[in-house]
């Protein structure tokens, strides 16, 4: 099992949470998507998964619903 989190930027509503949930949880092997939103700020998603997902299909999954990754250590 692996968890991994990402911080995404300019999700704002319910609505958002639900579209980057739907498509994180399309990648093969992904169990459980769990979203903190931060309105106006950087939400953080945790994703778990059967084994590490690589953070290149979750940042495709998160601008395929709309949204960007933040970059770790970023100050946004």
Do not use: F, R, W
Not at 6 to 16: E, F, I, P
Not at 30 to 55: H, I, K, Y
Request: hydrophobic share 45%; aromatic share 2%; net charge negative.
């Amino acid at each position: 099992m692996s968890t991994q989190t990402v911080g995404v930027a300019g999700m704002t509503c319910h609505h958002c949470v639900m579209s980057v949930t739907e498509e994180i949880s399309e990648i093969p092997g992904v169990t459980d998507v769990a979203v903190e939103l931060v309105a106006g700020g950087t939400s953080q998603v945790t994703v778990t998964a059967d084994q590490v997902v690589e953070d290149a299909a979750i940042a495709a999954a998160v601008a395929e619903a709309g949204y960007a990754v933040v970059p770790k250590n970023s100050l946004l």
